[in-house]
Structures are given as C-alpha cells and as structure tokens.
C-alpha cells in the first residue's frame, strides 16, 4: 500500500514569496491534516478535512495561509506571502476515519521550507 | 484545554539498556493517547497506541507504553535500546477532531 505523498521534499524562498505544498493520501483515507512542525517543537495541527470538507482550522494563520482539498482526495496547503517565521516541516498525514472514533495517522516525509 | 507534556527534552543511554521516555496529559476524559518516532527526514511513524482496555499497550520494534490515569501519564518503555532506535519520540493525544503533540524527546544512544 502506498504511503502519504508530499512534494516538494525541500523548498527554499524570499520572504513574501509565495508557496505551495502538494499531498496525496494513502487511498480511500478520508481525513487529511497538515501538520506545522518548527524545529525543536512538535507538530501542530494547521487544518483538517474530512473528504472535502474543512473540519478544523482554528490554528490556520489566514490572512496567509490557505489550503483546498478538492474531490476529497489530494490536497494543497499555500502561503502567501511567506514569513521568515514559516520557516518549518510541513507534514501532510491522513486518516481512514475521523471524529470521536479517533484514528490512527499516517504521516508523509513532509516538505522542508526555508524562507530566507 | 488538552495538553501534552514530555519533560525530558534529551535522553542519552547506552545500547543495551533499558529506556522510558515520560509523557504527561491533561484531559478531562480518557484520552485517545499515541507515541509516535520520527527519524532525520522523515515523517512520524506510530509506535502504538491506546484507546481503552488493557493499560499496557504492546507496539512495534519492542516498544511499550503503560497508561497510568492517576498520574496521568503514557510513559513508552524498551527493555533493551538498539542503536538504531536514535531519533525523536512524541507523544500526542487525540480528541475531537484534535491531535495535540507533545515537544518531543531527541533520543540519543552510546555504542
């Protein structure tokens, strides 16, 4: 079974450049997160969807921040325009189910950005 | 709020010994609780978890964790380290839509 896909695996850009992470999820999965991780911390969670629909985002920064998940399958996170401050992991995972059943989560390799 | 605590920022042991890495939470309920490793570059995978039942849950690669109410806590346990298990270990809870993780604990091992 294939596992979560992310690309790009590295990114690098000027601050108030914009950025765009990509994410597959493991087939049939219908809970997808994107994860923040700054180095030193754990993961936080960004946002969650279940199939197409946003579940959580209260952490989501906005003004800045946006992600879609059309069709219910893969998904993008965008920043625009970045910080030096979201310099960070992004780890996209997913989950077959959601909700109070809880659920295990499968993590991607995650996408390294670097705002310089 | 839920919240998860892992105290120790940095552990060192010998290969060969026995580990336990600490995790405290802070939940109304029972909590659904997870530790998960993560390995230079790469994403988290899950060690084990636990939802309900028998307090000492079994994971992989000889991993175990005991789940403790009274004290709060879901310490992870290895009788014998390897050295291959160097990396970052977290601790998450899980409720309503929401994981929260703990900052980690960088796991180095001696030859």
């Known amino acids: 079974e294939a596992g979560v896909a992310q690309s790009p695996r590295y990114k690098i850009i000027e601050k108030r450049q914009s950025v765009a992470f990509w994410c597959n999820p493991i087939?049939?999965?219908?809970?997808l997160y994107w994860y923040q991780q700054i180095l030193g911390q754990g993961p936080k969670l960004l946002i969650q969807?279940?199939?197409?629909?946003?579940?959580?985002d209260s952490q989501l920064p906005k003004d800045r921040f946006s992600a879609e998940r059309l069709k219910g399958v893969d998904s993008t996170l965008k920043i625009q325009p970045a910080k030096l401050e979201d310099s960070a992991v992004y780890l996209c995972?997913?989950?077959?189910?959601?909700?109070?059943?809880?659920?295990?989560?499968?993590f991607g390799q995650g996408t390294r950005l670097t705002v310089v | 709020a839920q919240s998860v605590t892992q105290p120790d920022i940095h552990i060192t042991v010998s290969e060969g010994a026995s580990l336990e890495l600490r995790c405290n939470y802070s939940?109304?309920?029972?909590?659904?609780l997870f530790w998960y490793v993560q390995s230079p570059g790469q994403g988290l995978q899950l060690l084990l978890k636990?939802?309900?039942?028998?307090?000492l849950v079994q994971g992989i690669k000889g991993f175990e964790a005991e789940f403790k109410r009274s004290q709060s806590s879901f310490n992870l346990r290895k009788p014998s380290v390897h050295w291959s298990d160097a990396a970052e270990y977290f601790c998450?809870?899980?409720?309503?839509?929401?994981?929260?993780f703990g900052a980690g604990t960088r796991l180095t091992v001696k030859p």
């Open positions: 995972a997913s989950s077959p189910r959601g909700g109070q059943g809880g659920g295990e989560a499968f």
């Open positions: 087939s049939g999965h219908a809970t």
């Open positions: 969807f279940q199939n197409n629909g946003v579940v959580d």
């Open positions: 939940y109304g309920a029972t909590p659904y």
């Open positions: 636990y939802f309900s039942g028998d307090t």
């Open positions: 998450a809870l899980y409720n309503n839509n929401d994981m929260r």
